[in-house]
C-alpha cells in the first residue's frame, strides 16, 4: 500500500548541531510540506513544494530549509538546532495543491538539549 | 491574514452524550478550503472532511456532523452519542491561497 513515512520517529539532539528529518511517501504526490506541532499553536506550516526542484517557505520557516530532488522525498534540515525547536515534526503530502486533502505522516518527535 | 480559532482548549463529556467543537476562521480570501482532523492519542493526523467556501451544505457522516455558516465565518463539528474512542484532540484547519493555517486544536476526552 502507499504510505508516506518519516525517520527517524525520535531525536534527541544538542543545540547547534544540524538534524535532517527523513520524509518519503510512495503515492507519487506533486505536494508535500512540512508542519511543526505545538502546544497551543497547533500545526504550522515549515515549507513546502508543489514538484520537484520547488520550494517554497511557510509561516516559520527561519532555521529550517528543505530540498526537492525526486517526487518522494522531502527531507528538512536543521541547519543549527535550537531548544526553540523542540517539538513533533509532521510531514503530509497531497495530490494537487494545498486546497486537496493532506495525508500525514506518522511524526517524528525532536529534542534539542 | 488567516486565523482559525477553536476556542475550547479541553472538553470532557460521559460517554453517549452529544458533543459539539467550535472552529472560527479568519480570511479574506473569497475561495478558501476548511478541514477538521483528528489527532487520537497514538498521535497520528486523521483526516476528517475537507468543505470549499462555495459549499454551505451541511453534512453528516455516521455519528459526525459539520455545520458551516459563512456568516459568522464558523465550521462546528458535532459527534452525536459520544463514544471513548472519540477522545482526541481535534483540529479545525483553513487553506486560503498558498497558506495553510491549523487552529490549536480541542481535546477531547469522553468518559466511560
Known amino acids: 500500500d502507499a504510505e508516506i513515512t518519516q525517520s527517524p520517529r525520535h531525536k534527541i539532539t544538542e543545540t547547534g548541531r544540524q538534524v535532517t528529518l527523513a520524509c518519503h511517501q510512495t503515492w507519487n504526490h506533486n505536494n508535500m510540506f512540512w508542519y511543526r506541532q505545538d502546544l497551543g499553536h497547533g500545526l504550522r506550516l515549515i515549507h513546502y513544494s508543489y514538484g520537484v526542484q520547488d520550494t517554497n517557505k511557510g509561516e516559520v520557516s527561519d532555521g529550517y530549509s528543505v530540498s526537492r530532488s525526486n517526487t518522494e522525498d522531502l527531507p528538512l534540515t536543521l541547519e543549527s538546532a535550537a531548544s526553540s525547536q523542540t517539538s513533533v515534526y509532521f510531514c503530509a503530502s497531497s495530490v494537487e495543491k494545498s486546497t486537496d486533502t493532506q495525508y500525514f505522516g506518522p511524526g517524528t518527535r525532536l529534542t534539542v538539549l | 491574514a488567516q486565523k482559525v480559532t477553536q476556542a475550547q482548549t479541553e472538553i470532557s463529556v460521559v460517554e453517549k452524550e452529544d458533543v459539539t467543537l467550535d472552529c472560527v476562521y479568519e480570511?479574506?480570501?473569497?475561495?478558501?478550503?476548511l478541514f477538521w482532523y483528528k489527532q487520537p492519542p497514538s498521535g497520528e493526523l486523521v483526516f476528517l472532511i475537507r468543505?470549499?467556501?462555495?459549499?454551505?451544505q451541511n453534512e453528516i457522516s455516521g455519528r459526525y456532523s459539520w455545520n458551516f455558516q459563512k456568516s459568522t465565518s464558523s465550521f462546528n463539528f458535532t459527534i452525536t452519542a459520544s463514544q471513548v474512542v472519540d477522545s482526541a484532540v481535534y483540529f479545525c484547519?483553513?487553506?486560503?491561497?498558498?497558506?495553510?493555517?491549523f487552529g490549536p486544536g480541542t481535546r477531547l476526552s469522553v468518559l466511560p
Open positions: 484547519a483553513l487553506e486560503g491561497g498558498q497558506n495553510f493555517v
Open positions: 480570511t479574506r480570501d473569497t475561495t478558501y478550503y
Open positions: 468543505r470549499n467556501s462555495f459549499d454551505e
